[in-house]
């Protein structure tokens, strides 16, 4: 039988039968640990996207158990593979969908700068149309960059005040994308 | 029935038409004619009705842009005779600052999303399209991006230069 890692709790002040941390570290824990995935994948970073989530790799570990077709109940969109400017709108549209809060990565070379596509058609990275929290390098990037980017994620969850969403700093950047809902 | 003899299908067609279409290429035995937009229409009507060649089926539509010409648009026809299992190809050279030319969908309904194509690439405008707009570029696309002053990357950008990628 294999040893179990749990999460470690955050660091707080520990008695005889309490525990005590701040809000955000709490709150932190739970979100980084139960990031449920909208894989938005158009081209070959999908088919490592799905061996990401497959039994080898298995995505499931980091609390990543269900992928979400439906951008409302996900938090975590991973853009995978060349989005065409055509399908920029798409794009928009299924990130404005999610509830907050969200985060986005960016998987492989063409969904961060266009990769190998710079032409007339082709977006020239995601981060023109949706702000991007995470941008994993790669043509197409090994699951196991997946993995990593995805843990550096959890890491930027972990550590995000619970007041960011409101702070006008991110409704600035929201606006500056022209997205109104935040 | 033999197969349909190129030569006899130009005699055919120089016999109908005269001087307005002209052979100017034979490529692999695809006998390649070019003629004017003011006889284009009635050129592809001979050739899809008439029972002799029977052309019935429209391959494609596209253009070629050749800046250094004068009429520097081709708009490039692929016809085949089902019956007898020949292919022709029709170039028309048009303007390129005007780019029009008749519509061929009053001859066939699927030349509609092929000159949608060609619009959308080249710009050609097919007078008497029931609805010539962009189909597969998005639609506020400033410019027609096969045409070849259209640059192919944007010479002014620095963030994929090989500096960057350790090269």
Known sequence: MTDIKLAPAPPGVTGSGFFATTLDKAVGLARANSLWPLPFATSCCGIEFMATMGATYDLARFGAERPSFSPRQSDMLLVMGTIAKKMGPVLKQVYTQMAEPRWVIAVGACASSGGIFDTYSVLQGIDEIIPVDVYVPGCPPRPEAILDGVLRLQEIVRGESIRRRESPEYKALLESYGIHNG | ?167
């Open chain 2, 1 to 167: 029935m033999g197969k349909l003899d190129n030569t006899v299908l130009f005699q055919q067609l120089h016999l109908k038409f005269g001087d307005h279409v002209k052979k100017i290429d034979e490529p692999f035995g695809l006998l390649t004619i070019e003629t004017v937009k003011d006889y284009i229409i009635d050129l592809l009507r001979f050739l899809k009705t008439d029972p002799q060649f029977q052309f019935i089926y429209l391959t494609d539509i596209t253009a070629v842009h050749y800046p250094e010409l004068e009429r520097s648009i081709a708009v490039v026809y692929h016809l085949h005779s089902l019956v007898h299992n020949v292919r022709i190809r029709i170039k028309v050279f048009i303007s390129g600052e005007q780019p029009e030319i008749p519509s061929a969908t009053a001859l066939w309904n699927g030349a509609n999303w092929m000159e949608r194509e060609t619009y959308d690439f080249f710009g050609v405008q097919f007078i008497g399209h029931p609805d010539l707009r962009r189909i597969l570029n998005v639609d506020d696309l400033p410019v027609f991006p096969m045409r070849k002053e259209y640059p192919l990357e944007d010479p002014n950008r620095v963030d994929k230069k090989d500096f960057f990628f350790g090269r």
